[in-house]
Structures are given as C-alpha cells and as structure tokens.
C-alpha cells in the first residue's frame, strides 16, 4: 500500500508538473515549507515532507525531457555541480561497502532540488514576478508567524518553539522553521530593487522584509544579511553631491548607530548578544564544534574524500545512530553545521571544490546575477553554522533565485530589442 501511494503521487505529481508548471511550483513550495506549518510531520506517516520533495523532485524530469530534450537538464552549470558532488556521495560508499543504493539516495535526496532550476527554466509560465510573488508571500508569512509566536505565543502547529526542540541548547527565540532561507532571498531581491530603482514603495517592502528577518531565530542568517548587503551598500556609496538622498540617510543613520553603539551600554549588549550566541561555546558555532566533535574525528580518519552519502541504515551509519547520546549524534550527515558536513560527506577535495565553485559563481556571473551572487556570499557565511549547500532547504532557494536571474535578464534583452 505504501509503495503504491509512493508511486500514485509521483504520477500526479508528474501530471501537474507537465501541465500546469505555475501549480506545481506553489505545490513544491507548500511541502517545502512544511505546510507552512499546518499540517504536524506526525499526521504524515510513514511518509515525511522530505520524501514528498524528493518525490516531487523526480517528477521534474519526464516534463523536462519530453520539453526539452534530456540534455537540457544538465544546461547550466550549477546543475552540474550539484549533480556531480550527488554522484559521488552515491556510489562512493557503495563501492566501499559502506552503504546500499537505497541508503545512499536516501541520504543525499536534498541535493536533487537543484533539477528546478531546468524545470523553472524549461517554462515560459514562469515569470520574474511570479517568482518574486511566490517569496514575498512565503517570506511574509513567515515573518508574520513569527510575530503572532513572540507576541501571543501562537503558532500553526506544524511549527514548534526552539526551547521545545532543543532545550538548554538553544540559543533564540521563535519558532524553529528552515526556511528563512527564503526570508533571506526576499530580502535580497527587495535590497537589489531599491537600489535599481528608489521608490517609497520599494523602501517600505524593503524594510517589512528586513524586519521579518530579523524576528526569526535563526541569528547566522540575519548577521550573513548584515554583512553582505553592509558590504555591498559600502562598495557601491558614492559621496558626491549626486549621492541619492536613500544612501545618505542610511550612511547617516550607521554613524548615528555607531556613536549609539559605542555610547549606550543597553545597545552595544543587545548587539554583542548575538555574537555570542553564534559564536560563543554555548552558542551556535560553540555548541556545534562540541556535537560534532565525534564527526571531526571520523573526518580525520578520511580527510581526502570524506565518506559520502551514509544513512543511519547503512552498514556504516547504523553503528553511529545505536551509539549516539542524543538526536545531534545519530548520523553522519548533520544540517546544522555546513563546513562539518562538506568535510564528512567529500573531504579536503570536496571543501576546495566547493570553495572554487563559489569563488567562480560569485566572480563569474555579471550584474544581472547579482541578487544570486549576494545569496551564495551569505550562504558561505551562514554555512559555518546551517548546512544550506548540501540541503534542499538551501539548495532550492539556490535553484530558484538563480532562475529568478535568469528569465529576469532574459525579459530585460528581450524589452531592450
């Protein structure tokens, strides 16, 4: 009955995907986000949001290739990358008698999020601004459940607070959602927007969306956002008598801060508080070099290519889950340390080629693409303490901004000739 529901779904799944692209994205994206929270993981069983995407994953591919032709799924580079570091977590620990094919796809299933960027692509349906609608409205629900949680504590229940979940080890407040990935792609993109082209309306979208983010718990996505676009909005000021009256008051309003900061000893401890619970022991980066200690140490033993894709029930990751002391030490995978988890699945070699992959992204693409070279810089940052490059939560906001700059230079050439 099981098997047969599984394959039910990916038929209607691959239906829905062939005619009606636009219903299908807002389907993948109300699973991705859990329900938006309303609908509990327990009601799901034995199936689970994870398996549903990777479903929904693979019923991409038919509609491309019956679109398009099966070469065009490995059209953009990205895609090849990501396909690449799935191959080999795959089939290295199969030929090493780790693992199984089973476990080995089960564990690296988030990668497969990257075939929406062929799938998005393959469908003129899709447009900049229906992609733009889908995070704005995602983001702002979000950011509005995040609200009704610190201020009524109600929240949908599919969601749960961060203290239930993790007791002494948290370190915030809210909600426990993965998915202010997305908040952080709806900042971005209004960022870049204001900057093309000021608006009050603009300006106000900008800082609804700054705001949402900055209420969410997840304090490594709000402080990678500070530095990227505090960085970029320095690069980019031009003191001259043409500066635009938006960059003065915002370079303004930062000295003011500064002697804010430096003055006021409630302030400078209300920002300091998030450095330390990112980076202090009992922090996010502290507290993760300690659960992850017996992962550094099952990395030494393989530094080179790391061990790649090893589920908890496969010959290798079945002993680590009956050994583990709490649900952070049941596998070798973990979401929440990226840098730890690039080392363990594909080594030395797998971190250097990541880096060099990112450096070229960021460095190779143009002004168009600038909203996705910003999200990979934030992404590099948050990465020391949330595994977004190697899980789909990561990985489809990737996907989905970097079609999001494609089709929008596409409609900016074609507008122009």
């Not at 509990?40 to 290739?65: G, K, Q």
Request: charged content about 10%; hydrophobic content about 55%; aromatic content about 18%.
């Amino acid at each position: 009955m099981f098997s047969l529901s599984l394959i039910l779904i990916y038929l209607f799944s691959t239906l829905v995907a062939y005619f009606l692209p636009k219903t299908f994205l807002v389907i993948y994206l109300f699973v991705f986000t859990g329900g938006l929270g309303f609908i509990h993981p327990d009601r799901l069983l034995p199936f689970s949001f994870e398996n549903i995407i990777f479903i929904l994953n693979l019923a991409t591919i038919l509609p491309i290739i019956f679109r398009l032709g099966f070469k065009f799924i490995f059209s953009e580079m990205i895609v090849r990358i990501f396909l690449g570091f799935f191959l080999f977590g795959v089939f290295y620990p199969i030929l090493n008698g780790w693992s199984n094919i089973f476990s080995s796809i089960t564990d690296g299933k988030g990668f497969l999020s990257v075939l929406m960027v062929p799938y998005l692509l393959s469908h003129n349906a899709i447009t900049p601004k229906f992609i733009k609608t889908c995070i704005f409205g995602i983001s702002t629900y979000l950011g509005i459940t995040c609200f009704f949680y610190l201020l009524f504590n109600i929240y949908p229940d599919g969601y749960e607070p961060i203290s239930s979940l993790y007791n002494k080890i948290a370190t915030g407040e809210g909600i426990h959602i993965r998915y202010s990935t997305i908040m952080l792609a709806a900042v971005l993109i209004a960022y870049i927007d204001l900057r093309n082209e000021y608006s009050t309306n603009r300006l106000v979208l900008f800082l609804i969306q700054y705001t949402f983010l900055f209420n969410q718990p997840h304090n490594s996505v709000l402080l990678a956002s500070i530095v990227v676009i505090g960085l970029h909005f320095l690069y980019n000021a031009r003191f001259t008598l043409k500066q635009r009256a938006f960059d003065l008051a915002i370079i303004f309003c930062g000295f003011m801060f500064s002697i804010l900061f430096l003055l006021s000893p409630s302030i400078r401890m209300g920002v300091l508080s998030i450095f330390y619970q990112i980076f202090y022991l009992q922090g996010s980066i502290g507290s993760r070099i300690s659960i992850n200690a017996f992962r550094l140490d099952l990395f030494s033993e393989r530094p080179i290519l790391g061990y790649g894709f090893i589920d908890e029930t496969s010959a290798l990751g079945a002993p680590v889950k009956s050994a583990a002391i709490s649900r952070f030490t049941e596998s070798f995978g973990v979401i929440d340390a990226g840098i730890i988890d690039i080392l363990i699945r594909f080594g030395l070699i797998g971190l250097l080629a990541w880096a060099v992959a990112l450096f070229l992204a960021i460095r190779g693409y143009g002004r168009d693409f600038l909203i996705f070279k910003l999200l990979l810089a934030a992404y590099f940052l948050t990465s020391f303490t949330w595994s977004v490059f190697t899980y789909s939560f990561g990985i489809l906001v990737i996907s989905i901004v970097f079609v999001f700059c494609v089709k929008h230079q596409k409609l900016k050439l074609k507008i122009a000739n």
